[in-house]
């Protein structure tokens, strides 16, 4: 059974911090990328974050470039994201998801699972 687990989320300040785990079992996590993805209320799903199966190659988008990072330990099945100076406009649920060799990491539709979602809310 395929598991992505979100934690880490809560109430922050802004310019304050959090970071993000995304714990996988179920699948073979070493030849998956990893993407962070958010939604905010009445809002699409946004991406923030992907990162190869190899942590090699890390993607952000230009919203949280130079706020936010993207690492994974694969010894541990962990994805992780690190947010800081944190802003209202991050706001939002923040799901992990897996995605398979090929398509493309900004695309939701090309990652096949993903977590339940965990709330992160920054009080301006």
């Known amino acids: 059974q395929v598991r992505l687990v979100e934690s880490g989320g809560g109430l922050v300040q802004a310019g304050g911090s959090l970071r993000l785990s995304c714990e996988a079992s179920g699948f073979i996590f070493n030849i998956y990328a990893m993407g962070w993805f958010r939604q905010a209320p009445g809002k699409e799903r946004e991406f923030v974050a992907g990162?190869?199966?190899?942590?090699?190659?890390?993607y952000l988008s230009d919203s949280v470039k130079g706020r936010f990072t993207i690492s994974r330990d694969n010894a541990k099945n962990t994805v992780y994201l690190q947010m800081s100076r944190l802003k209202s406009e991050d706001t939002a649920v923040y799901y992990c998801a897996a995605k398979p060799r090929g398509g493309i990491y900004a695309r939701p539709s090309d990652y096949v699972h993903y977590g339940q979602g965990t709330q992160v809310t920054v009080s301006s």
């Open positions: 990162i190869s199966s190899n942590g090699g190659t890390a």
